[in-house]
């Protein structure tokens, strides 16, 4: 079991909507601590991948946005550089004109640095693209400022020692090479969330992730799955098939309250899908709902929500 107690968790400057920070305490346990490399296959502003580098021997940092994951990549490997770069493009708090140009150039002609000068200036520090891969965020009053210089330097000197075996990419979960012994942290846009990075994503690429995981598990990996079972009464069509398929639930608490754009859901539940069962739980027989038709069952046992 990897221990999160008595370790100051490290958080990255990106902001980013489904971030799982708050939720390391619960979710970095249940990882499996033996395996040979950490894959972080939707690594968004890169919460996870960062708090666990210290503890596999190699570690990749995925993500389908390209200029999300090069400006972390930029970050660490010269932060004085980066870090300059972005304050000089930020605007002020009071500069919506100048934000919406810096959003047009953007748009125009992406770089990692404009992208996370929008990240600081935008509505709630959050992005947001349109179906067309453009940046929509509205201005939101921000700016860089020393809060988001701190997180900057403390994410950057806490990686910069481990560069030799982290690795950036930014791929369809489909092309990333997965090999016997990885560890999978798997946090997709949730397609029953309302959330403004899901403008890509729909059911359709639910049951193309539950396939690819059904291979990689196939292949001898051990994955975890973060999502929402529902959500202002819509369900999750991966963690269903999930579900259906015999792997293990686990749930957590979080508070989706703050990012959902029409109100409070009192329904939400978070939960971490396992394809192993963790140290920290025992496991018990439970009947299962039968796997939909043209799904092959994977014969695993579920765990008794009590800590062994």
Known sequence: MISCYMKKMIEPPFNYTGSKFKMLEQIIPLFDPTCSRFVDVFAGGGSVYANVVDHYPAVVANDIIYHLIDVQRRLVSDPAATIAMTQSLCVTKEDQPGYHRLRDDFNAQPTPEKLWALMCCCTNNMMRFNR?????????????????????????????????????????????????????????????????????????????????????????????????????????????????????????????????????????????????????????????????????????????????
Request: with cysteine; proline share 6%.
């Open 132 to 308: 067309s891969w453009k940046f929509n965020q509205t201005f939101g009053r921000r700016t860089f400022n020393e809060r988001t210089l701190a997180k900057a330097t403390a994410f950057a000197a806490h990686l910069m020692p481990h560069l030799p075996k982290l690795t950036f990419q930014s791929l369809d979960f489909e092309k990333v090479n997965v090999q016997s012994g990885d560890m999978l942290y798997v946090d997709p846009p949730y397609s029953n969330t309302e959330a403004g990075y899901n403008a890509y994503w729909n059911k359709n690429d639910d049951v193309r992730l539950f396939n690819w995981l059904c291979q990689v598990h196939d292949k001898g990996a051990k994955f975890a799955v973060s999502g929402v079972t529902i959500h202002a009464g819509v369900r999750c069509r991966l963690l269903d098939l999930l579900a259906e398929t015999g792997f293990v639930g686990v749930p957590l608490q979080g508070d989706y309250n703050k990012v959902s754009r029409s109100g409070p859901k009192e329904d939400t539940q978070e939960v971490l899908m396992l394809s192993y069962v963790p140290e920290t739980f025992k496991p018990v027989s439970i009947k299962m709902p039968a796997p939909q038709q043209n799904i092959e069952p994977t014969a695993l046992v579920a765990l008794d929500m009590a800590l062994a």
